[in-house]
């Protein structure tokens, strides 16, 4: 009896690590997030916000990335949502995405929701901000998966003598996938991390232009993985057309009857009944 429990055991154990080993397998087979920079980058992005109201505007954006020195464009999508400013400090945007990534064998494209929750408020050349993105990701051959984005920074107008002043920018986003995550990882919830700096220079009251540097930190099964980035951001901004009703005279106001009366007489009778005999015409039917 002893010996057939020692052989019961080693079958028992023997099994538990075939069956580990394809499970670790599988979990080393999982595709990299398409997303992730590889060595020095250079992100390009373009903004078009065009006012619907006083507190609504469509928001349209495109961005394209390159990676290994500049040289590989390996993602580019566009992005739209409307954007609802409930307060003047919060902003709310729901948005679609549509992303491509050429080049991966892979993951060849991502259909992506978010919401954007944006809090900031000024406190002289000072403006502290931050934005949560909650995104659903539908990425092709993975399963779906979640994933929240906190990205606290500040703004600092800068005290130069001009009409338009430069505005240094400096932020940091952390990226939380807290359920299933279908890319490798390193067997954190906490994914990635962003640190970014930058300077926004308007150019015109539509149109800005800022150059920005980014350190891209990810969380990979073999370690943290940090590339540099450099970025150049363009901001359109198409102006609310706003109507102008001129003003009328008094005596244009309301529309007038013109009524022939014997003996070359006319009166005007207004539009709320009133009369005014002050004209005497001549009758046009002789």
Known sequence: MTTRRHIVCVIAVLCSCVLAVPARAQQQELPEDPEDEKQIGLWLDQGISAGLSANKSLDVEFHERLDEGMSNLYEYFVQGGVAFRLRPWFTLIPIYRYQRFPGNPAIAYE???????TLSTSRGPWRPTLRTLIEGRFVDNRPASAR?????GVEYTLPLRMSRPPVLAVSNEFFIVPGNNPFANGGSSFTQNRFQVGVRLPIADSFSVRPYYLLQSVNLP???????????SLAFRIPRRTKTIRSQQPSCALSCEVLIQKGHKVCLRNSDGSENNSETLVDPRG
């Open 111 to 117: 259909n992506r929701v978010q919401l954007n929750l």
């Open 148 to 152: 929240l984005r906190f990205r606290p």
């Open 222 to 232: 073999g370690g943290w993985d940090t590339n540099e980035i450099f970025g150049i």
